[in-house]
């Protein structure tokens, strides 16, 4: 990628190469990404390196089987953790009181920053990121797989590696700054203002295959009764909830 054009052109990338990433490299990178900001400078996170072939194909189902955990020389589970300062605490004759839903999304936090901090790290090094937002539907299970302990949740999976080709630098549809700013105090939206703001993402080639490919009216259509159901949303909302209750949180 043009690194001048970086911001504006990059992409997400799901197909890898074969190029192995040097460990020594990923170490690098994941010790920048640890210089993201964070609440009191705790460092509410840790991040799961998965290369073996094996353990890829455990944590797939998890991800409904995209072929992206499969096929990424490497798969990192970033995940919001208490354990580790709780435990520090504790040795440190300190009485930690984390279990509740601020110290989670505190850790939450870290952990986001922490997350995108290493993935523009990465692509401005040349590789090809992913994330994927399946990591809260399925938490209880990457827990199982990675033996997660009490007091560290998943909070976000990104597959990394070599892209398979060059990006082409198309774009991906973002919608107009001024649809995401606002000044002094927030200003809601009309309907013809909302309506003008999603305009162009409605219009690009591969929004009106996606309407057409799922028989729907509108674009937006295929987010509510598609991609991003009620009925779904709910389901994972409550299996997300009760694997934090049972983590500790």
């Not at 996170?45 to 089987?65: C, G, Q, W």
């Not at 409605?202 to 009620?230: C, G, H, P």
Request: glycine fraction near 4%.
């Amino acid at each position: 990628m043009d690194k001048d054009n970086y911001w504006k052109n990059r992409a997400t990338v799901r197909s890898y190469s074969k190029q192995d990433i040097p460990q020594s490299l990923l170490i690098e990178m994941l010790e920048e990404a640890s210089h993201a900001p964070t609440t009191g400078n705790m460092q509410l996170y840790s991040v799961v390196i998965t290369r073996d072939p094996e353990m890829k194909l455990r944590l797939a189902p998890a991800h409904f089987n995209q072929p992206t955990v499969t096929g990424a020389p490497v798969v990192l589970t970033f995940c919001a953790d208490y354990n580790r300062f709780i435990k520090w605490c504790e040795v440190s004759n300190a009485v930690p009181g984390y279990d509740n839903f601020q110290s989670f999304m505190t850790a939450v936090l870290d952990t986001a920053l922490f997350a995108q901090q290493f993935n523009t790290i990465a692509e401005r090094h040349g590789l090809g990121c992913c994330y994927l937002g399946t990591t809260t539907y399925n938490a209880l299970m990457i827990a199982e797989v990675l033996d997660l302990p009490t007091m560290v949740v998943p909070v976000t999976t990104i597959t990394v590696g070599y892209p398979a080709q060059p990006s082409q630098g198309e774009g991906v549809g973002r919608l107009p700054v001024e649809a995401i700013f606002h000044n002094e105090k927030y200003v809601d939206y009309t309907p013809a203002s909302v309506k003008e703001l999603y305009r162009e993402k409605e219009e690009r080639a591969d929004s009106r295959s996606f309407v057409k490919e799922n028989n729907k009216e509108s674009l937006a259509q295929v987010f509510t009764d598609i991609r991003y159901t009620r009925e779904a949303c709910e389901h994972f909302s409550k299996i997300y909830s009760d694997f934090i209750k049972k983590q500790g949180f």
